[in-house]
Structure formats: C-alpha cells, structure tokens
C-alpha cells in the first residue's frame, strides 16, 4: 500500500535504513552487524515484525545470500530472515523517530533545546546514535 501509517500498515514490514560511507565500512562488515543483531535463525511471527534484509540491487543481493549461506554453514542450521528486494522505503511518522530518545524527557528536552526545528531532530546524527 501507498503512504502506510503505524496505525494502518498494511503489508508492510517496520524496519530501518542504513546509511553508511564506505570508505570506512564495507557492505559485508555492514552485514555482520546485522546478523549479529538478531536471532537470524527465529521464525517471524509477524509480517509487521518480521526478520529480514532489503537489498538494493544485484550486487547487494549477491552480498547478502553470500553472507547468508556463511552464516548458515557456520551455525550448522538455516538462517530463516527473509531477503527481499527493497522496493521502496517510507520513513516513520515523525513521533516513530528517534523513539527511544522520545522516552526519556529529560534527555529529548535537551535535544529540542539544540534542534528547535523538528526535521533537524529527525536528521542529527547525535540524536541518532543517543537514541540507538
């Protein structure tokens, strides 16, 4: 679906975005991260939730199945996170970002304080790695 809301999410999965420099990490140190993050051998219990990586073209996908079929060999069993196409990605509503500093009043008060505008909030990077 077209424009989805955390209210009305249709088919589609929450999920985040990664951009990185290159220069100082590669897509395959990229992808360690990511499965040392979750349970990559967990079944999905929802399609709202579910474990999986978007790739963006032939050569991320190469990537991924490649990094896949390591970590399966290395873990001896199946690593059943989805590995899917992005087709296209569509940012939280405002109040979704940067949730876990929203959690803490003290510390986003002292953020709103600095980032007045709330698209600079949503963009800075301190805010983003506070909030990770």
């Not at 088919?11 to 420099?21: G, P």
């Not at 873990?75 to 509503?93: D, H, Q, R």
């Not at 002292?110 to 909030?121: M, T, Y």
Request: some cysteine.
């Amino acid at each position: 679906m077209k424009d989805p809301t955390y209210h009305n999410l249709g088919d589609h999965t929450e999920s985040i975005q990664i951009e990185y420099d290159p220069a100082k990490a590669t897509f395959d140190q990229m992808l360690d991260l990511v499965w040392g993050c979750h349970n990559p051998c967990g079944g999905s219990w929802s399609r709202q939730y579910m474990s999986a990586i978007f790739y963006d073209g032939e050569g991320q996908k190469k990537a991924v199945l490649a990094s896949k079929a390591r970590l399966e060999e290395k873990l001896g069993k199946p690593v059943k996170t989805a590995i899917l196409p992005l087709v296209k990605f569509y940012l939280a509503e405002d109040y979704h970002q940067k949730y876990e500093l929203r959690c803490n009043a003290d510390m986003i008060k002292e953020f709103k304080a600095i980032f007045a505008d709330e698209k600079d909030l949503l963009n800075s990077t301190a805010a983003a790695r506070v909030n990770g």
